[in-house]
């Protein structure tokens, strides 16, 4: 059954302290991608990573790290720099479908830091 | 930034009727896709249509595809209660890598 998983689903985790939110694809895409989404809000880009060992900025990198070891995963590290950590969390990988790439999205994780 | 501005931020309508949303977008695009998210949950790929294209039917859905205004519209038709959640669209830009840009959404309830 071929998908992307993301563990937990629910994280709480005190202010201060580092936390790192899995994403793993069997899909086989070369492409992943993290969003974070606020309520009643769209998703912004946080990291991307387009190959194995390379990823890029998003929009809204300040305060998180990832790393892509592995072409199944791609971690992403909420970092006790980041000023308002608590949101939902998701997960893409890209795949070419037809004529164009489209995203397949994980569950998400949802974590509240308090 | 934002690229795609969703239009109207929520809508409720009753079973059975059509729901209309808009989607405007501001730089030049590859193809643009509309995904919907049931509360809580991940985001589902439902329809992309290419800057070439300028409608595109799948099951009840219809999008259609304005590169001159920049704008886009999902329409819903014969709507029912499942189809209750959040829908979104997302524009790829031209050139470079397949960076997705996702609007603000849509918030449809349909009251049975």
């Known amino acids: 059954d071929g998908g992307i998983t993301q563990s937990p689903k629910y994280l709480f985790r005190k202010e201060g302290q580092n936390v790192t939110l899995s994403c793993e694809q069997n899909?086989?895409?070369?492409?992943m991608y993290w969003y974070r989404q606020d309520p009643g809000q769209g998703l912004r880009l946080i990291y991307y990573?387009?190959?194995?060992?390379?990823?890029q900025k998003g929009d809204i990198a300040e305060g998180y790290s990832v790393s892509r070891e592995k072409k199944e995963s791609f971690p992403l590290t909420v970092t006790s720099a980041q000023k308002n950590p608590t949101a939902f969390y998701l997960c893409?990988?890209?795949?070419?479908?037809?004529?164009?790439?489209?995203?397949?999205f994980g569950p998400g994780t949802r974590l509240t830091v308090t | 930034s934002q690229q795609g501005e969703e239009d109207p931020q929520a809508l409720s309508i009753q079973e059975g009727e059509n729901a209309t949303m808009n989607c405007s977008y501001k730089?030049?695009?590859?193809?643009l896709q509309w995904y919907r998210q049931n509360s809580g949950r991940g985001l589902v790929h439902l329809i992309l249509i290419r800057s070439n294209e300028r409608e595109k039917h799948s099951g009840r859905l219809r999008v259609t595809l304005d590169t001159s205004k920049k704008s886009s519209s999902l329409l819903i038709t014969a709507s029912r209660a499942a189809d209750t959640a959040s829908y979104f669209c997302?524009?790829?830009?031209?050139?470079?890598?397949?960076?997705?840009?996702f609007g603000t959404g849509t918030k449809l309830q349909v009251i049975p």
């Open positions: 893409a990988s890209s795949g070419y479908r037809g004529l164009a790439y489209e995203q397949y």
């Open positions: 990573s387009q190959i194995v060992n390379d990823f």
């Open positions: 899909l086989n895409h070369d492409a």
């Open positions: 997302a524009t790829v830009a031209s050139g470079g890598y397949q960076k997705v840009t």
């Open positions: 730089t030049s695009i590859n193809n």
